[in-house]
């Protein structure tokens, strides 16, 4: 590897670490941060990913509509509290077009009631667009694939 990939490699590292952090620590209103005004976010299947259907189970096309996300989980949706934890691994970039990064990651996500209760929440992979915004990465399109059709009901969480 050259330095200037080693770099990259290492802004990449730290971009996935402090998406984890993020969500993990409950900080939801900078979730949006991570991404472009023109972002898209979905959760969908690695069936419907495959197949290439469009739709997902979370289907978000702008930064905007992130903002909104998390706006109605402060404010609109009541659940018991939780805690999450995001392991995200094994990041590859799959294509390199001078515009932006096409990269793939590992995804597993524990969810922790508060009687104790841990469950594997979700696994799967990301699939994401990242385009250089000043000297950071920001999304510009992530795809959460899920391993299993199986969702949980409180999948409004970000994931």
Not at 39 to 68: C, H, K, W
Not at 102 to 107: G, I, K, Q, R, Y
Not at 121 to 136: I, P, T
Request: charged letters at 30%; glycine letters at 6%; proline letters at 3%.
């Amino acid at each position: 590897m050259t330095l200037e990939e080693v770099a990259r490699r290492l802004e990449l590292e730290s971009l996935y670490a402090d998406y984890a952090h993020c969500l993990d620590d409950d900080r939801l209103e900078q979730w949006p941060d991570f991404f472009v005004e023109d972002a898209y976010y979905r959760i969908t299947s690695a069936e419907n990913f495959e197949a290439g259907l469009p739709l997902g189970l979370v289907y978000l096309t702008s930064r905007a509509m992130l903002v909104d996300r998390v706006m109605a989980l402060r404010k609109a949706n009541i659940y018991e509290p939780q805690r999450y934890r995001h392991q995200i691994g094994a990041i590859k970039i799959a294509g390199d077009s001078g515009a932006g990064l096409d990269v793939v990651a590992s995804l597993v996500v524990v969810r922790t009631m508060q009687d104790g209760e841990m469950i594997l929440f979700a696994a799967g992979r990301y699939v994401d667009r990242l385009v250089r915004s000043g000297d950071s990465w920001k999304f510009a399109r992530k795809d959460v694939v899920l391993d299993s059709r199986q969702i949980d009901t409180l999948l409004a969480m970000p994931l």
